[in-house]
């Protein structure tokens, strides 16, 4: 569970540990909208060095980050594939086995993997500084004018706060099943490409068997508690924006300018 970093919350003590949750939420998608922003790898690195900074001021390790990214090597590793094989734009870099791989699909991938992995490190900086209860909290407040509209603020944020929450176990039990299965004899690394499918079907059918029945057991132990969705429920803390969180939020402004800039003048 130690070596889990996304989803994971790390009870440190710092700055950002202590903003409003909606302060951090809030930062979380100016930056996110600033990502698709097409101002070059300078702008990516303003970014890149925003990222750094606030977690250097939430003491987290880049070790820590760098454990986050890990589970999307793979998925990168794959579009990395599909899209040398699939772009044409650009100059021929080389050609192998008859596939001639082009610059601008190196260009192309290398900008879908930097904002994947600026994505996943704004997001783990947001999991590892903001307990579950106060996400859950921060998402309904931000939530609430859509309320006349219907729109279930508080079911929704319990869910999201419930997925983050099971992200980390969720990926313990699946290095449990592999290590129990890898006991039984399964090979998931060596064998062809139908040993490899059944292998991952016998590791995808018990995990989702696992989600399901924590997820019956979670229902039922909110049920025992007296969990009505649709009751109206007060609070015993209540959310207060002060002046570094409206410090944060006009940094994360001040980034999204800077990339609209270099994108308007580049």
């Given at each position: 569970m130690?070596?889990?970093?996304?989803?994971?919350?790390?009870?440190?003590?710092?700055i950002?540990?202590?903003?409003?949750?909606?302060?951090?939420?809030?930062?979380?998608?100016?930056?996110?909208?600033?990502?698709?922003?097409?101002?070059?790898?300078?702008?990516?690195?303003?970014?890149?060095a925003?990222?750094?900074?606030?977690?250097l001021?939430?003491?987290?390790?880049?070790?820590?980050?760098?454990?986050?990214?890990?589970?999307?090597?793979?998925?990168?590793?794959?579009?990395?594939?599909?899209?040398?094989?699939?772009?044409?734009?650009?100059?021929?870099?080389?050609?192998?086995?008859?596939?001639?791989?082009?610059?601008?699909?190196?260009?192309?991938?290398l900008?879908?993997?930097?904002?994947?992995?600026?994505?996943?490190?704004?997001?783990?900086?947001?999991?590892?500084?903001?307990?579950?209860?106060?996400?859950t909290?921060?998402?309904?407040?931000?939530?609430?004018?859509?309320?006349?509209?219907?729109?279930?603020?508080?079911?929704?944020?319990?869910?999201?706060?419930?997925?983050?929450?099971?992200?980390?176990?969720?990926?313990?039990?699946?290095?449990?099943?592999?290590k129990?299965?890898?006991?039984?004899?399964?090979?998931?690394?060596?064998?062809?490409?139908?040993?490899?499918?059944?292998a991952?079907?016998?590791?995808?059918?018990?995990?989702?068997?696992?989600?399901?029945?924590?997820?019956?057991?979670?229902?039922?132990?909110?049920?025992?508690?007296?969990?009505?969705?649709?009751?109206?429920?007060?609070?015993?803390?209540?959310?207060?924006?002060?002046?570094?969180?409206?410090?944060l939020?006009?940094?994360?402004v001040?980034?999204?300018?800077?990339m609209?800039?270099?994108?308007?003048?580049?």
């Amino acid at each position: 569970m130690n070596n889990i970093a996304l989803g994971k919350y790390l009870p440190l003590d710092s700055i950002i540990h202590h903003m409003d949750p909606r302060a951090k939420i809030g930062a979380m998608l100016i930056m996110m909208i600033a990502i698709f922003i097409p101002a070059g790898y300078a702008g990516y690195g303003v970014i890149a060095a925003a990222v750094i900074g606030t977690a250097l001021l939430a003491r987290l390790k880049l070790s820590f980050l760098w454990r986050a990214m890990k589970p999307m090597l793979f998925m990168l590793t794959f579009l990395l594939i599909i899209n040398l094989l699939v772009i044409r734009d650009g100059d021929v870099l080389f050609t192998i086995f008859g596939f001639s791989v082009y610059t601008g699909a190196i260009a192309q991938t290398l900008y879908i993997v930097v904002r994947l992995a600026l994505m996943i490190m704004i997001t783990t900086i947001l999991t590892a500084t903001t307990k579950p209860l106060e996400l859950t909290l921060g998402i309904e407040d931000l939530l609430k004018p859509f309320q006349v509209i219907h729109v279930p603020a508080h079911e929704i944020a319990m869910m999201i706060s419930i997925a983050l929450r099971f992200i980390p176990t969720l990926i313990e039990e699946t290095q449990r099943i592999m290590k129990a299965q890898a006991s039984r004899g399964v090979d998931m690394e060596e064998g062809s490409l139908m040993e490899k499918v059944k292998a991952i079907l016998s590791l995808i059918v018990p995990l989702f068997v696992s989600a399901f029945q924590r997820a019956e057991d979670l229902a039922y132990a909110m049920e025992a508690r007296g969990y009505i969705p649709n009751r109206m429920r007060t609070r015993y803390k209540q959310l207060k924006m002060e002046g570094r969180d409206y410090v944060l939020l006009s940094a994360s402004v001040l980034v999204f300018a800077a990339m609209v800039a270099m994108m308007l003048y580049a």
